[in-house]
């Protein structure tokens, strides 16, 4: 049952200040934190200081609302008499209120993309996802892959397969917000992108959607029916975990250049693959491999399952290893010639096939998180005060929340316009007129990401360095955003693919 709330007068609180007896008000509401202090981390005289008073400011000075909504069945016993909360605690799957925290369609304008079915998948992710979110921070924390209970989980409720497109592999299977698959476009898969982003905890939400989303196309996009029949359902269903192999120690964008060979037994049954990859996400704790090697007719493309002679390393990156970003190396490693993903030889076929996509998922979790950092500098300059005012009065940190706004905005909208062509184009449309632009959105979305995280720090000063408290988001994207400026192509290859894909239609007789 629910702990009885009693009414108190403000005289009534302001005598308890003991060590045995200490109370406060946060928001018009009474806790009795004498237990709780010392277990507060700024120690028990700090929180006896403040017994009696009101510290609502000083509350949200120094804490994440989150603490409040963590213990406040424990320690609150009561309310203020004639007075009511003035601070609104968000429920789980609400929208920001926040001025540009949401894309603009939520914060209520008009758009010729969206209708309310990717309103009622929005909010269905995100009433998820705030429960996950306990868990994805302490995984964060401890270096601690996603649980494949949790995976089955997300694999269930559909999360998983909004992550990898529309298309007949989505047939049957139950998605957030009711939405049935033959309604779920990439505007869908925009949304499940941003939302996971939103999180805030980068190497365990890679550890949920990255290693997959790119592991698996290859395998229903060129796998043979035996293996499709059989492992796309795994991994959809979020029974069985998959990456890609691609990159190696000696060669990252230049595909062409890999080592990993496949030779064929005398049989010409199996493939014996030998060699290394690295910086695969995922990898330590994959259960299946699209890896791409070497064979007598070129570069080829191969599903591997885990087996002996397949070893995978932990490699510490500026994220957390929940992400299970591996070094692998293969060793005699016994592969059925039906395991091919397309024809053998014509491997970068395959690999290029879902590199727009990618890019494009990519520049969806960038985007949103920059999203994030804003609303978080919106909200500290409004609550943190210095020198008598509110950070948000002073003109230079303005300027800032204005450039960060005012880059932000446009690179989303660019987004949703390739996603609009994405929805309206065929592959093959899309492969010629979309390459480049996906490409220069990538290279922009990281440069603002860049400059976003800049300010942010400096916003939040000492906060903004510091793992945990206020500036946690912060530091956690300041460590990070550099992912998506280097994954799925860095920002150098992305400007000049951009450019060369630009120029392959130039008009010959264009001149000044």
Not at 17 to 31: A, G, L, N
Not at 170 to 180: M, R, Y
Not at 299 to 308: P, S, V
Request: hydrophobic share 35%; charged share 25%; glycine share 8%.
């Amino acid at each position: 049952m629910p702990k009885e709330l009693k009414v108190f007068t403000r005289a009534e609180v302001a005598k308890h200040t003991s060590e045995d007896d200490c109370w406060i008000i946060i928001d018009s509401e009474v806790y009795d934190v004498t237990t709780f202090a010392d277990m507060h981390p700024g120690g028990a005289q700090l929180l006896i200081e403040y017994g009696g008073k009101d510290v609502t400011d000083d509350f949200y000075g120094l804490h994440r609302q989150e603490v409040i909504v963590k213990y406040a069945p424990r320690l609150k016993i009561g309310t203020i008499e004639n007075e009511s909360p003035k601070i609104a605690i968000p429920k789980p799957g609400d929208l920001s209120k926040v001025p540009y925290a949401e894309p603009s369609y939520w914060m209520g304008f008009k758009s010729p993309y969206f209708n309310e079915s990717h309103t009622k998948f929005r909010q269905a992710l995100r009433e998820l996802y705030a429960d996950v979110k306990p868990e994805a921070l302490i995984s964060e924390e401890l270096n601690k892959a996603p649980t494949l209970e949790l995976y089955k989980f997300l694999g269930e409720e559909g999360v998983l397969a909004s992550q990898i497109g529309p298309g007949p592999w989505l047939k049957g299977l139950k998605l957030p917000g009711g939405i049935k698959p033959e309604n779920f476009d990439y505007f869908h898969e925009m949304i499940a992108h941003e939302e996971t982003a939103r999180v805030g905890t980068p190497g365990f939400v890679d550890g949920i959607s990255s290693g997959y989303s790119i592991g698996l196309p290859p395998v229903f996009n060129f796998g043979p029916p035996h293996l499709k029949e059989r492992v796309v359902p795994e991994v959809l269903l979020g029974r069985k975990r998959i990456c890609l192999a691609i990159t190696e120690p000696y060669t990252g964008s230049d595909v062409a250049k890999i080592r990993t060979t496949a030779k064929l037994t005398p049989d010409g049954k199996h493939f014996i693959v030998n060699g290394v990859k690295k910086w695969i996400t995922n990898g330590t704790f994959s259960d299946y491999f699209s890896v791409a090697v070497r064979t007598e007719k070129g570069i080829t493309m191969l599903f591997i399952e885990r087996q002996e002679g397949l070893e995978t390393k932990g490699i510490k990156t500026s994220y957390s290893s929940a992400a299970g970003t591996s070094y692998i190396t293969f060793e005699n490693v016994k592969v059925p010639v039906e395991n091919i993903l397309g024809k053998e030889g014509q491997g970068f076929q395959v690999i290029m096939y879902n590199f727009n996509h990618e890019r494009w998922y990519i520049c969806c979790s960038i985007i949103a998180s920059t999203r994030m950092i804003i609303e978080e500098c919106m909200k500290w300059a409004n609550q943190r005060k210095v020198f008598g005012k509110r950070l948000i009065d002073q003109p230079v940190i303005r300027a800032k929340i204005g450039a960060m706004i005012s880059s932000l905005e446009p690179v989303q909208n660019w987004l949703e316009n390739i996603t609009y062509q994405m929805c309206n184009m065929p592959y093959l449309e899309q492969s010629q007129k979309l390459a480049g632009p996906i490409a220069l959105l990538k290279y922009q979305a990281t440069r603002v990401a860049h400059n976003v995280s800049d300010d942010a720090c400096q916003i939040f000063g000492g906060r903004g360095i510091t793992k945990t408290g206020m500036g946690r988001s912060i530091e956690s994207f300041q460590r990070t955003y550099k992912f998506a400026a280097i994954l799925g192509g860095s920002e150098e290859i992305m400007s000049d693919l951009g450019v060369r894909q630009a120029m392959k239609y130039f008009p010959k007789n264009a001149r000044l």
